[in-house]
């Protein structure tokens, strides 16, 4: 092999490595970026809690027959990843989504309703 070919080898590696630096790097900030975002939702989350509640309150007054009744929150989209369903939950709020593309369904039911019911 030449050396003109040698170097031009080289430079190919070279050349793939810094892309793949670029590429891990972007991944990195990435990664971080989603890591921030997810603990501001995290922290938003209890907001909204709160913000509920006090909607839920401004029926009670709206509607007194209301003040006696449980309201049930429950989050619904298409799809919902696994840890938000783990953030819902903790926040007290039913997630529901499409359960493998077949039908709608309480993705949290059974946790829930353990935390609800006194005698689990």
């Keep these: 092999m030449s050396s003109a070919n040698l170097a031009l080898k080289i430079k190919e590696h070279e050349d793939r490595l810094s892309r793949i630096e670029r590429i ?10 989603l890591h921030q975002e997810m603990l501001a939702f995290k922290e938003g989350m209890g907001e909204f809690k709160d913000w509920c509640k006090g909607q839920i309150r401004e029926m009670n ?9 449980k309201i049930t929150l429950i989050f619904v989209s298409l799809y919902i990843d696994e840890k938000f369903v783990d953030l819902l939950t903790e926040a007290g709020i039913y997630a529901m989504a499409y359960r493998e593309w077949e039908y709608m369904d309480i993705l949290n039911f059974d946790e829930l309703s353990r935390l ?3 005698r689990s």
């Design 24 to 33: 891990v790097e972007a991944n990195a900030l990435a990664i971080e970026k």
């Design 61 to 69: 007054k709206q509607w007194g027959n209301l003040a006696n009744k």
């Design 116 to 118: 609800e019911d006194p």
